[in-house]
């Protein structure tokens, strides 16, 4: 079989190292710049690669394409393969008929990495062999290139579960489905959401679900479907009994978790906990595992990470939050009142549902981006005060000018970084690491 991978990136370049080891021709090609480090594995493993171009008619040698999530169904190369009858498959239905061990799937709009994380730290904890990947970190098919595990917990996007065909996790998690990347399905909720669901598509009664029983959009998809998994439905907005206590019956065994056992600021992130136990309890995770690991997990950089208190106020980096769920449960975290800064590439965004929290909590708006007009707009009429830069020196020094001891300046920008920053993470590391100069510069008073 000869194989051909549009994309040079870690789900790309991932399914090539694995093709390789399974003894199948295989080529990249990638309309853009291939990232060094992926070249210099490509040439260690003899894979021939082109960049900045697709030379489509070596591409239509192909007996089978491998899209790169990234890569829209609608584009040119893409529309060309199907006009040939070339199957257009995706890294991971190509990957999934090699995992020998088992796999616990996450997706959501908001919560996935912190879940997976979570998940992954308490079988480690139990002392399964077991490796994370997926949309971060590795590819999946990367990791199974480089080893077999008792588990994989796989972080997955809508751009991943889009055109799964043979994938079926033996766990599968359902964190939210909210309005995101609506740019990529014609800003329609009801095709993102379809994309979310899609995780469900193979799973049989033997397999195990756990979903947001308060999301109206899986509780109609349940109760069209003939055939289901067994499901663990959790309730967000009622997790805790008025003795802080959450009782946990998973496959006959029964335990109870304190509220104060979970390190993650914010009720989103307590509910996004409740879900990884679940999970690794049906994965067999004993319960005085997880009383022992639990508070260990302190969460995970850009997501409500504290990066210090210059003059006493306390910064947070919450770079990750790039939709309006995501940031507002980040808002809804603080009792204090909060500087917020926001902005960078809209997503479709609707601003309107964070106005009720921002004037109950928000005490000024710095706008970072170079197009804050859509924020300005939607937010001007609540009469707080907005400032706005392209700088991120000059945002962090407005807010500091207007935050008083004890407030909180809370980077959660509700948008993607790709204006001013490489990504979320330069953005957020760019934040972590002019707050610490600050730090340095404004030390705790003594006591």
Request: charged letters at 20%; glycine letters at 6%; a neutral charge.
């Amino acid at each position: 079989m000869r194989l051909v991978i549009l994309g040079g990136g870690e789900s790309g370049t991932g399914a090539a190292l694995l093709a390789k080891q399974k003894g199948i021709e295989v080529f990249i090609s990638d309309i853009g710049t291939i990232k060094d480090d992926y070249k210099h594995l490509l040439k260690a493993y003899a894979i021939p690669f082109e960049e900045g171009h697709h030379t489509i008619e070596k591409i239509k040698e192909a007996d089978q394409v491998i899209k790169s999530p990234g890569i829209p169904h609608e584009t040119a190369v893409i529309q060309q393969l199907h006009v040939c009858r070339i199957p257009v498959i995706d890294e991971i239905t190509f990957a999934a008929p090699y995992a020998k061990g088992k796999i616990i799937a996450i997706t959501g709009s908001n919560g996935k990495s912190t879940t997976a994380h979570l998940i992954y730290h308490l079988l480690d904890a139990a002392g399964y062999h077991v490796a994370l990947a997926g949309n971060m970190g590795y590819s999946f098919a990367r990791c199974l290139a480089k080893g077999s595990y008792d588990y994989y917990v796989l972080e997955l996007s809508s751009f991943q579960l889009e055109s799964l065909k043979n994938f079926k996790p033996n766990i599968a998690c359902l964190l939210n489905i909210t309005p995101d990347h609506l740019n990529r399905y014609n800003y329609s909720l009801e095709a993102y959401a379809k994309a979310k669901l899609n995780i469900l598509r193979n799973m049989t009664p033997l397999d195990h679900f756990i979903y947001n029983k308060s999301d109206p959009i899986t509780a109609a998809y349940l109760q069209a479907q003939n055939i289901l998994p067994e499901l663990h439905p959790i309730d967000p907005l009622s997790i805790w009994n008025s003795d802080g206590l959450c009782y946990c019956n998973v496959d006959g065994t029964s335990f109870s978790i304190s509220r104060e056992q979970i390190a993650l600021p914010g009720r989103h992130n307590q509910y996004n906990a409740i879900v990884a136990i679940t999970a690794a309890a049906l994965a067999g995770v004993a319960p005085t595992t997880i009383y022992a690991a639990l508070p260990k997990f302190h969460g995970l950089s850009h997501r409500l990470e504290w990066c210090g208190a210059p003059k006493s106020i306390d910064c947070y980096n919450d770079s990750k939050s790039t939709n309006i769920a995501s940031t507002r449960a980040a808002l809804l975290s603080f009792n204090q009142p909060i500087i917020w800064m926001a902005g960078g590439v809209d997503k479709g965004n609707d601003y309107s549902l964070l106005l009720p929290i921002l004037q109950e909590r928000v005490k000024a708006i710095i706008c970072l981006g170079k197009d804050n007009h859509a924020i300005i707009k939607a937010f001007a009429p609540l009469g707080l005060p907005i400032q706005e830069t392209d700088n991120l020196d000059n945002a962090i020094h407005m807010a500091l000018s207007i935050a008083s001891p004890g407030e909180v300046i809370l980077l959660s920008p509700a948008c993607a970084s790709f204006d001013l920053f490489k990504n979320f993470e330069d953005r957020g590391n760019q934040f972590k690491k002019k707050i610490n100069k600050l730090i340095q510069k404004y030390p705790l008073p003594k006591i």
